[in-house]
């Protein structure tokens, strides 16, 4: 038997080879080979004749286009509008309800998730929406013209492990920013016209249910809307709010207001507040009373609007006092559909509240900015700093041009005081290396006292985050320790430099806190983060706009489909594998997959306060184990980096309790410099 904390000695196995890299498609059929997004039609073209042997059929243009659009004419519906000069206008998606039907019937590993979940839950179920813009193309030279907007949904009672598999949920809608924008209302006229059909449709999920068939068994699956899950600008465009930095920059709390506002002067009652607020005991949560009132003013007000007495300056002044934007169409302006925006639907995203262009992004420009005025260490020394770093296998590709998004922070900085250009994994990464360069390089500096102090509580507020999201606290303890965090936070960058910096986004992690008093888990962007990137590399080869949402819809479907049938148990060995040698029920591989993270052969790792370099990974009938090389500690550097020295120790983890190190690098032979979250 192997156990945990075992120790091979030296004469441990030797570990097999990586397994080749490119893998023989000859006997995969067509459909297979086109759920491979890395794949181009035109390349599968030219690559078929080569490969006519076995069941893999010839194929012309047109066979290929029609395989390849296949699945998704089982599912795609138009909907016909009039743009806003009223000419027609085509929109293709998902019906919701034929691709909830036609995923779970074609994927039997679905299928079994949905079965056990309504097994367990037979009443209404609570739907997720998330919705994410994104721009096709290198994110560091953006065109905006096929930016476009996606959209996913699943269910709270699939439960934690297929709502952190990206496959497992439903793609239904990809559309460019060009597209909806041309027509009356934008993306809230879109999202209406897709939750109207989603939930109030013929086959609602509020009203007759969505018919499943789960191994033979009939269930009718019916839900409501629990959670609208955006970022600050996809929620604005959602929800005909005026946004972040209108009068009204938050959408739970009716007396938070615009930063410095001459309102705040004249408030008799005392009991408005701005942004750069701390006190969350100051903050008054808008019911969803106030909310109906709040649009019933300005839809009355669009009535009388251009008749005596009601000018179109006195409209616009009514519809900012209530935070709103007025369009005919906008979903929150629909009797039926807007029913579904109750206040606690509305989820914002912590990732892109603190990470990408929040709190974070502006703590860390001001701490640079100050660093190289005082000690001549800024933007050019973390980018160089970056690096040189080791990431584990599964993220190298990725990560190892991260120092391209500082270089990109520093200059789009400068230019139009934009945001970090990254995904959500990458600035995690980001935040790490950072936080660790801070430690190494300013900790020690007097001049930077204050200013480190303050980047360092803004980390804390992160960790929290972190920690709640990996289930290791409870929803309401985070809760209350975020809300405690980021009022030091806020407090101490205000001490530092004052209310200047301050953006409506230091005052939602408040509102972030308030949503986990009320979820069952957190739900952010990392959720559906894949399945954007899928998205995003299929439009990347979409070049012919005429048919964009079709055709990338269609590339969605084709990997979904393909990576749901290949979907393996929660935790698995990757690629070959061969015979332990000396355990008999034992099986060794270079890669292990553990609830979606691949663990390879050459990454570093820790327990508890352990680390080591994997050297193996061992399966042992449902046990996972890593065989690692542990290394000491030479010299702690900060928190959460160190120096570590192989000790000629061999051990068995096991690899459910194994966290990945963030990066690191060799500082002498077979001496590290580790880097842990
Ligand atoms: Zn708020």
Redesign the pocket.
């Known amino acids: 038997m192997l156990k945990p904390g075992h120790c091979l000695h030296s004469s441990a196995p030797r570990i097999m080879e990586r397994p080749q890299a490119k893998r023989r498609r000859e006997n995969e059929t067509l459909k297979s080979l086109l759920a491979d997004k890395s794949i181009s039609l035109k390349s599968l073209e030219r690559l078929l004749p080569k490969l006519r042997t076995g069941d893999t059929p010839a194929g012309t243009r047109y066979q290929l286009l029609s395989a390849y659009k296949e699945r998704v004419e089982h599912v795609v519906v138009t909907e016909a509008l009039l743009d806003s000069k009223g000419n027609p206008v085509n929109w293709d998606f998902c019906c919701p309800s034929k691709l909830l039907q036609y995923m779970v019937d074609v994927c039997p590993p679905l299928e079994e998730i949905y079965a056990q979940a309504a097994n367990e839950n037979r009443g209404e179920w609570k739907c997720v929406v998330t919705f994410d813009e994104f721009v096709p193309g290198d994110k560091l030279k953006c065109n905006n013209h096929r930016k476009a907007m996606t959209l996913c949904f699943s269910f709270l009672e699939l439960g934690r492990r297929a709502l952190v598999m990206p496959v497992c949920w439903m793609f239904p809608v990809v559309v460019r920013a060009v597209l909806y924008n041309s027509v009356d209302g934008g993306f809230s006229n879109f999202l209406r016209i897709f939750l109207r059909r989603m939930f109030f449709g013929a086959n609602g999920l509020l009203t007759a249910g969505v018919p499943l068939e789960l191994f033979g068994a009939p269930f009718l699956l019916k839900a409501s809307l629990s959670n609208l899950l955006s970022d600050g600008d996809g929620l604005r465009a959602a929800l005909c709010w005026k946004g972040a930095n209108s009068l009204r920059p ?1 959408m ?2 009716w007396n ?1 207001t615009k930063k410095g506002t001459a309102i705040l002067d004249h408030d008799g009652s005392a009991e408005l507040v701005d942004v750069t607020c701390s006190d969350f005991n100051a ?1 008054k949560r808008q019911s969803d009373e106030d909310c109906k009132a709040n649009i019933a003013v300005v839809v009355a007000a669009a009535r009388r609007r251009g008749a005596a007495g009601l000018t179109n300056t006195m409209f616009d002044t009514i519809c900012t006092s209530r935070g709103l934007s007025y369009h005919e169409k906008g979903i929150v302006f629909d009797p039926v559909v807007g029913e579904l925006i109750k206040q606690g639907v509305i989820t914002i995203d912590w990732v892109h509240t603190v990470l990408c262009d929040g709190t974070f992004s502006v703590e860390c420009r001001l701490l640079l900015e100050r660093s190289q005025e005082k000690l001549a260490k800024g933007f050019p020394c973390v980018a160089a700093f970056l690096q040189g770093w080791r990431f584990p296998m599964d993220k190298h590709m990725e990560m190892k041009v991260l120092h391209r998004v500082f270089d990109d922070f520093r200059h789009s900085y400068c230019e139009t005081h934009d945001k970090l250009k990254a995904n959500a994994s990458e600035l995690l990464s980001v935040y790490g290396l950072v936080r660790h360069w801070v430690a190494v390089e300013l900790s020690g500096e007097p001049s930077m006292a204050n200013e480190v102090a303050s980047f360092n509580l803004c980390c804390e507020v992160i960790d929290i985050m972190l920690f709640t999201k990996r289930g290791k606290m409870a929803m309401a303890t985070g809760s209350r320790l975020l809300k405690e965090a980021h009022q030091r936070s806020l407090e101490n960058h205000k001490l530092c430099y004052g209310t200047e910096y301050i953006k409506p986004k230091h ?2 992690p ?2 972030v806190a ?1 949503q986990w008093g009320e979820h069952e888990y957190v739900l952010d962007a990392f959720l559906v983060e894949k399945a954007h990137l899928v998205a995003k590399s299929i439009a990347d080869r979409t070049l012919n706009t005429s048919q964009f949402e079709r055709s990338v819809l269609a590339g969605v479907l084709n990997y979904q489909v393909g990576s749901l049938l290949q979907l393996g148990p929660q935790q698995q060995l990757l690629g070959k594998s061969s015979p332990f040698p000396g355990f008999p029920d034992s099986r060794v591989a270079d890669n292990l997959c553990i609830d979606g993270v691949t663990v390879s052969v050459g990454d570093f790792a820790y327990l508890g306060v352990k680390v080591g370099r994997v050297a193996a990974c061992v399966s042992e009938g449902d046990d996972f184990f890593l065989v690692v090389d542990a290394l000491g500690l030479v010299t702690r550097i900060a928190d959460h980096s160190g120096t570590y020295a192989f000790d000629n120790r061999r051990l068995v983890w096991d690899a459910r309790n194994a966290q990945l190190a963030l990066a690191w690098r060799e500082v002498a032979p077979a001496c590290f410099t580790v880097i842990f979250f």
């Open positions: 938050c739970r709390h938070v903050f005052h939602w408040f509102d308030d």
